[in-house]
C-alpha cells in the first residue's frame, strides 16, 4: 500500500499478497522511459507522473530515468521498524531495475549477474535475518547495495554490497520468544547426518545448544528451515563457493555452536580462578578440533589472560564469568568475520557477464544503491545498540533535511522568489555531535569519547561512566530550562535522556562497556592466526592483530600501526557512518519509508497511535514541519488562472501565453487582497504558505455554491412559472368550456 508525502514514498505493509509486482506492472512504470526514449527526451521527469499511482515501482524508475538522463548515481533509501517491510521493498526495488536494465543485447550474460544479485539474498538472510517478536524475517543489519549501470547501454554491468550495525549479540542471547540467526536452524535441521557427524556435531535440537535454547524453540509453521538450508546450499553454488568454502562456512557455525556450550565454575578455594566444568571437557576437544588448535593451549587463552606490565607480560586469572565473557566475545568476533567473508566472496562474484575479470569500480560506471537500514527505535529499555541504531537514523535525518533544503533552495533562487534561507539539517547538529563530537573541536567531550576513555581506563565500569557523562556533559544551571537541552539525566540518575528528531529517548547504561569493547586477548588471536585450519587462520589476518581488536565490518585498506589502541564499537560505528554519508552526500537520493500498520500482524487493522509513532520516527512529520516552513503549495500560472477566476470578475479573452496568464494571476491576488507574506509569484507558477489554497478552495466552493444555488432558485422559478402558466392556461380553457356547455344547456 504505497501513497506520497512530499519527498516520502511511504509504503504501509498490508499483510497479505497483493498482485501488484509482476511483469505487467513493471511494464506500466517503465512505459514513462520507453515514451522518453521515443520523443528524444533528454531530461528526467522531476515530478511524479500524475498518471501513474504511488508505487516502490515507481520511485525506482525516477532513480533509473535521473541516472540516465543526469549521469548521477542514484540512492533510494529505505527505512523503518522491523516487520514494516524494508528487505520486501528492497528486493522489489532490485528486481525493478535488474528488469529494465536488461535487453535483448545483454540477455543472456545480464541473467549471469542478474542470478548471482539475487542469489545473493538468501546468503544474507541466513547469516543476517532472525525472527523477532514483530516479524518472522528481520533483518538484522544494514545494507547499501550498488546497483551499477553502463549509461552508454542502458545495461547492467556490476554490483556491490556494504553491510552495517549487524546485531552480534543476538549471536549468544535472544528474547525468548525470538531465535538466533536462521542459519543456526537451517544447518540442524537441512544438513544430512554426514556433514554433521563430520561438524563433529551429534545433537540436532535447539534445546542442546545454549546459544539457542533461551530463545523460541518451537517450530514455526510459516519457516522451513531444512527448505531453508537448500536454498542457502544453492545460492551458496551460484555465488561459485566451492565445496570446501561450504563446509568451512558451516563449520564456523558449529564452532560457535560447541563455543556455547562451555561451562566455567569458581574453585570453591580460590574464587578468582576459573576451571571448566565437567561436562565441557569434550565439547572443548572438539571445539579446539574444529578450529585446527591445541586442546590446552585454547584452554589457557581464556582461564588466563595476559597483561603487560611494564616491560614484562604476566598472566592473569580469571574467574568464571571473566571466562564465559571471553568465550562470548570470541563467538561473537568468529561470526562477525564469517559474515564479512560472506560479503566479500559475493562482491567478488559480482562479475560483469561481458568482462569476467570486471571488478565493481564507482568511478567507471554510475550506481543506484539500495539502503536498507533499521528506522528509529524508542523501547521500554533502550541501550547501546538502540543509540547507535538512533544515531544512525538522527545522521540520516540530517541528510534529508539538508537536501530538502538544498532542493527548497534551487527551486526559489530558479523562480526569483526572496526567501530566508533555512539550513534544517544544521537543527540536528547539537544531538549529532552530542554523540560523535565535531571535527571542529576534535577535544570537546562527547558520548562516544567518554564511553572509549572508559574501556581504555583499568577500572572503568558502567556506573564511573555515568558518573562522568554527568560530569562532563550535564548543565548544572538550576536555572536552565532542562526538557529543552539535548542531554540530561533521568529521574533515578542511572542512564540519560537524549532529545532527538523524533522524541526523547531514555537510555540504560547496563553492559554498555562490555559492547562496546567485546575484547579478544592478544593470546587468543596469536592462537587462532596460527591455526592449522586454514579458513580459520585466515579469518584472524585480515588485517587486524591488534589487542583487544574490535573488528571492522568494512574493512580498512591502509596499513594499521600497532600502537596498542584497540578500536571500539563505537568508533568502528562512527567511521563506517562517516564513509556511508560520504558516499550518500555524493548520489541523488529518493526517500521510502516503510510503515508497520498494526503489531498484531493482521490484514487490514490499522491502529493510528502505532502508526502516527512511526511517521514521527521515520522523519515524515518532520518533512511535513520543513514544507510548511517555507511556501510547499506550488501551481502554474495557467492553472490558477482557470481554476479560481471566479473569485473575481477578469475576463479570459485575448490571452495567448504564459505572460498573459500571469498577469491574469496578479489581478486575481490583487482582487482577493491577501497578506503579501503568504504567497509569491515565481517565474512559472505561484507560492503559497500553507493553508493559503485550502482557503481560497473554500472560497471558491462558496462562491460556486452561491452561483450554482442562484443558478437552482432561477431555474425552480422558471419551471415553476411555466408549470403555473400551464395550469393558468388549463384553467382559463376550462372556464371556457364550462360556460359554453352551460349556454348550450340553456339554449336547449
Keep these: 500500500i504505497y501513497t506520497y508525502s512530499g519527498l516520502f514514498l511511504v509504503t504501509v505493509n498490508p499483510y497479505k499478497m497483493i498482485n501488484i509486482y509482476n511483469p505487467d506492472f513493471i511494464r506500466i512504470y517503465s512505459k514513462r522511459n520507453e515514451k522518453a526514449e521515443d520523443e528524444n527526451s533528454t531530461q528526467a521527469n522531476s515530478d511524479e507522473d500524475e498518471s501513474l499511482r504511488p508505487h516502490i515501482f515507481g520511485t525506482a524508475q525516477k532513480a533509473f530515468e535521473n541516472l540516465i538522463a543526469n549521469r548521477n548515481d542514484q540512492s533510494i533509501l529505505v527505512t523503518g521498524e522491523s516487520g514494516a517491510g524494508k528487505t520486501e521493498n528492497t528486493k522489489k526495488v532490485i528486481q525493478y531495475i535488474l528488469s529494465v536494465s ?32 514483530r516479524n518472522l524475517n528481520s533483518s538484522r543489519f544494514g545494507k547499501f547495495i550498488k546497483i551499477q549501470i553502463d549509461i552508454a547501454k542502458k545495461e547492467l554491468s556490476g554490483a556491490h554490497i556494504d553491510w552495517y550495525l549487524l546485531e552480534k549479540s543476538r549471536v549468544i542471547s535472544q528474547d525468548s520468544k525470538e531465535r538466533n540467526y536462521h542459519v543456526f536452524y537451517q544447518l540442524l535441521k537441512g544438513a544430512s547426518e554426514k556433514m554433521l557427524d563430520k561438524l563433529l556435531i551429534s545433537q540436532t535440537s535447539v534445546k542442546d545448544y545454549e546459544y539457542l535454547k533461551n530463545g523460541l524453540t518451537t517450530s514455526i509453521d510459516s519457516i522451513n528451515d531444512k527448505q531453508g538450508f537448500q536454498e542457502l546450499v544453492k545460492a551458496f553454488k551460484v555465488i561459485n563457493f566451492t565445496e570446501n568454502e561450504i563446509f568451512s562456512v558451516f563449520k564456523i557455525l558449529s564452532i560457535i555452536l560447541h563455543l556455547g556450550n562451555i561451562h566455567f565454575k569458581n574453585l570453591s578455594n580460590d574464587t578468582k580462578q576459573a576451571v571448566l566444568s565437567e561436562d565441557s571437557d569434550k565439547v572443548i576437544e572438539e571445539t579446539s578440533q574444529l578450529l585446527g588448535i591445541p586442546t590446552q593451549a585454547f584452554k589457557k587463552s581464556f582461564l588466563n589472560s ?16 571473566q571466562a564465559k565473557f571471553s568465550i562470548d566475545a570470541l563467538s561473537k568476533s568468529l561470526y562477525e568475520k564469517l559474515f564479512q567473508y560472506l560479503i566479500d566472496k559475493i562482491n567478488e562474484n559480482f562479475k560483469s557477464s561481458t568482462d569476467s575479470d570486471n571488478v565493481f569500480d564507482e568511478n567507471l560506471d554510475n550506481y543506484i544503491g539500495i539502503l536498507d537500514i533499521a528506522g528509529f527505535e524508542i523501547f521500554d529499555k533502550n541501550s547501546f545498540e538502540q543509540l547507535c541504531i538512533n544515531y544512525t537514523n538522527e545522521k540520516l535525518q540530517q541528510f534529508f533535511n539538508h537536501h530538502m533544503f538544498v532542493l527548497e533552495q534551487s527551486e526559489y533562487m530558479k523562480e526569483g522568489i526572496s526567501w530566508k534561507y533555512i539550513d534544517f539539517g544544521n537543527e540536528l547538529k547539537p544531538t549529532i555531535e552530542l554523540i560523535e563530537g565535531t571535527d571542529a573541536d576534535k577535544r570537546k567531550t562527547n558520548i562516544f569519547s567518554i564511553l572509549n576513555e572508559e574501556c581504555v581506563v583499568p577500572k572503568g565500569t558502567d556506573k564511573s561512566f555515568i558518573e562522568k557523562l554527568f560530569k562532563e556533559l550535564e548543565v548544572k544551571d538550576s536555572k536552565i530550562d532542562k526538557t529543552n537541552l539535548p542531554f540530561r539525566a533521568n529521574k533515578l540518575r542511572d542512564g540519560f535522556l537524549i532529545k532527538h528528531y523524533a522524541g526523547n529517548v531514555d537510555y540504560s547504561v547496563d553492559g554498555w562497556l562490555n559492547k562496546n569493547k567485546d575484547p579478544l586477548s592478544a593470546s587468543m588471536i596469536e592462537l587462532l592466526a596460527n591455526s592449522n585450519d586454514t579458513f ?71 491502529n493510528d ?17 520543513i514544507a510548511r516552513s517555507g511556501y510547499p503549495n506550488r501551481i502554474d500560472f495557467k492553472t490558477f488562472a482557470t481554476h479560481y477566476s471566479l473569485l473575481s470578475n477578469i475576463s479570459f479573452s485575448g490571452i495567448k501565453n504564459n505572460s498573459d496568464y500571469k498577469q491574469t494571476c496578479e489581478l486575481i491576488l490583487d482582487g482577493l487582497e491577501l497578506e503579501p507574506e503568504v504567497y509569491k509569484i515565481g517565474l512559472t507558477k505561484l507560492f503559497f504558505r500553507n493553508g493559503v489554497l485550502a482557503k481560497l478552495e473554500k472560497k471558491r466552493e462558496e462562491k460556486l455554491a452561491a452561483i450554482f444555488s442562484n443558478f437552482n432558485a432561477i431555474a425552480r422559478g422558471s419551471l415553476v412559472r411555466k408549470n403555473f402558466q400551464l395550469k393558468l392556461q388549463r384553467f382559463r380553457a376550462s372556464q371556457v368550456l364550462i360556460t359554453n356547455f352551460q349556454k348550450y344547456a340553456e339554449n336547449n
Excluded: W
Design 306 to 321: 595476559k597483561i603487560k606490565i611494564g616491560k614484562e607480560v604476566v598472566n592473569q586469572q580469571r574467574t568464571a564469568i
Design 102 to 133: 536488461t535487453n535483448n543485447n545483454n540477455k543472456d550474460n545480464a541473467l549471469i549477474l542478474e542470478n548471482q544479485i539475487l542469489q545473493a539474498n538468501p546468503i544474507m538472510e541466513s547469516f543476517g535475518n532472525a525472527t523477532t517478536v
Design 536 to 606: 580459520v587462520s585466515d579469518l584472524f589476518n585480515l588485517g587486524s592483530l591488534e589487542i583487544n581488536a574490535i573488528d571492522s565490518p568494512v574493512k580498512d585498506s591502509s596499513p594499521r600501526k600497532k600502537t596498542g589502541m584497540f578500536r571500539t564499537v563505537a568508533k568502528r560505528h562512527k567511521e563506517q557512518l562517516t564513509s556511508l554519508m560520504d558516499q550518500l552526500s555524493k548520489t541523488y537520493p529518493h526517500f521510502v519509508r516503510c510503515i508497520l500498520p498494526n503489531n498484531e500482524k493482521k490484514p487490514g487493522t490499522f
Design 609 to 625: 497511535k502505532i502508526v502516527l509513532h512511526q511517521l514521527r520516527c521515520n522523519g515524515v512529520l518532520e518533512g511535513i514541519r
